[in-house]
T-cell receptor, first 113, second 110 residues
Framework: KAGVTQTPRYLIKTRGQQVTLSCSPI?????VSWYQQTPGQGLQFLFE???????NKGNFPGRFSGRQFSNSRSEMNVSTLELGDSALYLC????????????FGPGTRLLVL | EDQVTQSPEALRLQEGESSSLNCSYT??????LFWYRQDPGKGPEFLFT???AGEEKEKERLKATLTKKESFLHITAPKPEDSATYLC???????????FGAGTTVTVRA
């Protein structure tokens, strides 16, 4: 079974630009969560989607947004990029039952210059 | 607020030298505790899920245990390929997110 895939794997942007990251979950998984990982803050939850609806949102500014499509694929968008947005963005998928394990993709490394 | 604390921050082991990693948590209504392994530049790789105090799970040289306040990841006779950052995360009732600890970076020397 193919794992979680994320594109692109690496991205370089400049301050003020916007970026869209994509995530394809494991086949059959209906929940997709996004996390930001930085050396200083570790892994922090951004948001979670199920059936095209955002069910949970972390403590991030409104510049961070996401969506989920009918095939469970998900995208996240960051507008007006700041230097501090440089991070590894991780997507995780699960079957969406409340005790289900989340499986992570390889991540997208974003560098903001 | 949910808190997850991992110790030590870093652990250097000789090949074959067994040790334990600690994950202590302060949450209301634990639904599950998860252990992941992360190699540099890669996404976390799932290891174990523990749901209730007293539960234990094993995989090769790794064994995870859970009490009401903490979890331990025991590494028995580690090999250099066990070198990685080990992350602990909790999920609470009525919530879908994982709250992660800062991780323990394990280095195993041959």
């Amino acid at each position: 079974k193919a794992g979680v895939t994320q594109t692109p794997r690496y991205l370089i942007k400049t301050r003020g630009q916007q970026v869209t990251l994509s995530c394809s979950p494991i086949s059959g998984h209906r929940s997709v969560s996004w996390y930001q990982q930085t050396p200083g803050q570790g892994l922090q939850f951004l948001f979670e989607y199920f059936s095209e609806t955002q069910r949970n949102k972390g403590n991030f500014p409104g510049r961070f947004s996401g969506r989920q499509f009918s095939n469970s694929r998900s995208e996240m968008n960051v507008s007006t990029l700041e230097l501090g947005d440089s991070a590894l963005y991780l997507c995780a998928s699960s079957l969406a039952t409340r005790q289900e394990t989340q499986y992570f993709g390889p991540g997208t490394r974003l560098l903001v210059l | 607020e949910d808190q997850v604390t991992q110790s030590p921050e870093a652990l250097r082991l000789q090949e074959g030298e067994s040790s334990s990693l600690n994950c202590s948590y302060t949450v209301s209504g634990l639904r599950g505790l998860f252990w992941y392994r992360q190699d540099p530049g890669k996404g976390p790789e799932f290891l174990f899920t523990l749901y209730s105090a007293g539960e234990e799970k094993e995989k090769e040289r790794l064994k995870a245990t859970l009490t009401k306040k903490e979890s331990f990841l025991h590494i028995t006779a580690p090999k250099p390929e066990d070198s990685a950052t080990y992350l602990c995360a909790v999920q609470v009732s009525n919530d879908y997110k994982l709250s992660f600890g800062a991780g323990t970076t394990v280095t195993v020397r041959a």
